[in-house]
């Protein structure tokens, strides 16, 4: 049912682009359930959970960040994103063409496309390590950003080329298969965590704490890695999908929800996706760590074959594939909004052209926190101008839908807030040394207000109504 | 036929998730269980798709 529901969202076939959501296509808020379920426990999820035991996190910071960092997700999800999608019911495009008009919403759509295309092109590469066992190939390590081998670069862009194809078939097939492969994979996670502590020798609760802290997020990063603290479990966790909650990308999903509370449906796909799954994917890594002492490998496939055997490899191949796929047919329809009059084949396959190159350097995997957190930043200061639009609008005097209510293509307030906030958290970045992951939350409020100023000087309610 | 589809599936979900919790509980060797894993992992496959994004299932 999810997946029907989720396919008329995403699909090419898409309803209601243009118009309100009508009451006879409401969803209750199990639909949400099991789609947010599937969405959340993916490809990222063998390569995040890792990531936090190579960067040093200690138990206890893992598990109280993870519980408040997903805490906030849901938060946002329900309190944010929700209330605007079932008031507006309309598309994030749609509703972001009408505060901000076609020409920002272009290079919006671009940014959103490549964003896309390397989030797909990671996961083609997590597919890739799945797909070598077989061949011996050599893989990639944790301070890799060049691919080593051309076994690897043949590899990627073989898998490249067949994820391309399928993704030219249409999204349905693929969708479907996700959607049957998603109760199985949440298992494979379940069981990765129940092997890999029988591995690590644990036996009771004590020694579940004593390993957990000991052995697996020991606290100490491994060569090369940064050490994180739980502020950045924290905040990793609250904004990994910063562009879907307050960037407003699920304002799209979301506006088909009977109620606003709907939104707390995320709860469920979150923390079995992005707690269980990474605590999982994490102590796989550790057990894969004891067995190759001093191993700067990093492939999540030979990892999830050497403990659950052919099943954890099918698993890491699949959920790459079901993660990349969409993905790239998604960055296709961004493309579209600019390119309305090329084939949607044409562009899935140039897309799938720069997802497959893409997928050839390590970096992408291996800096994928990084990537994550940058993609959502990019992205949020329009979710920004969409919430200030919606709920400050009457209030601090400035008329709703800029570009729309001045019948233009183009709204200065909108672009400027997108592009200050971004230049505001560089400098934030370059000049105080604030890292990625924390420039989210001073970056939202900076775009808020920077959207609101400028939009009280461009478009003041006095002055439409003297018009 | 739809029924015994669905008992396919659930006994392949069960070898999915059993074993590790045997291994864990030192009832079966680790070679054991990912053999029954990967069983049950063909269980899931070959018979989900006949029946979980059906129309009936709306």
């Known amino acids: ?467 | 036929m739809k029924p015994l589809l669905k008992i396919i599936s659930f006994a392949g979900l069960l070898l999915s998730i059993g074993p590790p919790i045997l291994l864990f509980a030192g009832k079966m060797e680790m070679d054991s269980m990912k053999l029954w894993m990967g069983i049950g992992m063909v269980a899931w496959m070959s018979t989900a798709p006949f029946w979980i994004n059906k129309p009936s299932g709306q």
């Open chain 1, 1 to 467: 049912m999810s997946n029907r529901f989720f396919k008329k969202i995403v699909g090419g076939t898409n309803e209601f682009e243009r118009t309100p959501v009508p009451e006879q296509s409401l969803k209750g808020s199990r639909s949400f359930l099991g789609m947010y379920a599937g969405e959340h426990t993916a490809g990222t999820e063998f390569v995040i959970g890792p990531l936090f035991v190579a960067h040093g996190v200690s138990a206890g910071d893992l598990v109280f960040g993870l519980l408040i960092g997903n805490l906030l997700a849901v938060l946002s999800w329900a309190l944010i994103t929700a209330p605007i999608a079932t008031a507006k019911r309309m598309t994030l495009y749609y509703q972001l063409e009408r505060i901000a008009g076609k020409n920002v919403v272009r290079w919006y759509n671009l940014v959103n496309a490549l964003m896309f295309c390397f989030l797909a092109g990671s996961m083609i590469a997590v597919s890739a390590t799945a797909v070598g066992i077989p061949f011996d190939l050599e893989m990639p390590t944790l301070t890799d950003w060049f691919p080593r081998t051309a076994g690897w670069v043949v590899t990627v862009l073989l898998l490249g080329a067949v994820v391309t194809l399928v993704a030219i078939q249409g999204y349905s097939q693929v969708s479907k298969f996700a959607n049957v492969m998603s109760p199985w994979m949440i298992l494979i996670f379940f069981s990765a965590a129940i092997v890999g502590l029988s591995q690590l020798g644990v036996g009771s609760a004590e020694s579940l704490v004593s390993v957990a802290q000991e052995v697996i997020w020991n606290g100490v990063p491994l060569p090369g890695m940064s050490r994180f603290s739980v502020w950045h479990v924290i905040f990793f966790a609250w904004f990994c999908n910063m562009a879907m909650h307050i960037g407003m990308s699920d304002l799209t999903i979301l506006r088909y929800a009977r109620s606003w509370k709907a939104g707390f449906a995320v709860f469920g796909g979150v923390y079995l996706g992005h707690f269980v799954a990474w605590i999982a994917s994490g102590i796989l890594y550790a057990v894969f760590l004891q067995a190759n002492s001093g191993s700067q490998e990093f492939a999540p496939g030979p990892i999830a074959y050497q403990t659950l055997g052919i099943a954890g490899a099918i698993c890491v191949v699949i959920a790459g594939w079901t993660t990349a796929n969409p993905t790239i047919y998604r960055a296709g329809l961004a493309l579209q909004g600019i390119f309305p009059k090329v084939a949607t084949w044409k562009i899935t396959a140039v897309v799938g052209g720069i997802t497959s190159l893409a997928a050839c350097f390590p970096a992408l995997v291996m800096k994928l926190l990084d990537f994550v957190a940058l993609y959502g930043l990019l992205l949020m200061p329009m979710g920004a101008v969409i919430f200030a639009d919606f709920y400050f609008s009457q209030k601090m005097g400035f008329r709703s839908e800029g570009a729309l209510s001045s019948k233009s293509e183009f709204s200065l307030p909108a672009l400027m807030s997108w592009v200050l906030t971004l230049a505001f958290c560089l400098g934030l970045n370059l000049f105080y040394g604030v890292e990625i992951f924390f420039l989210g939350l001073p970056g939202w409020f900076v775009a808020v207000a920077i959207f609101v100023a400028l939009s009280k000087v461009k478009y003041p309610v006095s002055k439409s109504l003297a018009a």
